[in-house]
């Protein structure tokens, strides 16, 4: 279901009709939950910032955060459950990610740690 994702959803022509994988398009997480809305991400040193619009849905503590970190040169990672989604924000430490020479893509996805149920991750932008 990933290489399909990947070449049906993602994969686009750049220059000299090079294909690459268009990261804004690409899904982390997959399923039938309501993705986060206004999603922001920044970077103060090691220390990664996200914040987000808590929809009605998500009140309850049983929501959690995921995020994916993605660099393309380079190594991925994903954090899982590191925060409620009705906190409307958090903060977490990556150690060396300022240092790093390529630019790291940050996906978010809620998890329904009830019924283990994901929602599309949605793609907050590059650190």
Known sequence: ???RHIFKETLE??????????????????????PLANCQVSLDGDRIDL??????????SRYKINVGLIDIEGESRLEISIAN?????CS???EGISKKAFDCHVYVG????????????????VI
């Open 13 to 34: 022509l750049g220059e000299d009709n090079k294909p690459f994988v268009n990261p804004e398009k690409l899904l982390l997480f997959s399923g039938p939950l309501t």
């Open 1 to 3: 279901m990933a290489q």
């Open 85 to 89: 989604v009705n906190q409307g924000s």
């Open 51 to 60: 914040s987000w619009t808590v929809g009605d849905e998500y009140r309850s």
């Open 110 to 125: 809620v998890w329904d740690t009830l019924k283990d149920d994901f929602s599309n991750s949605i793609y907050c932008g």
């Open 92 to 94: 977490f430490e990556v």
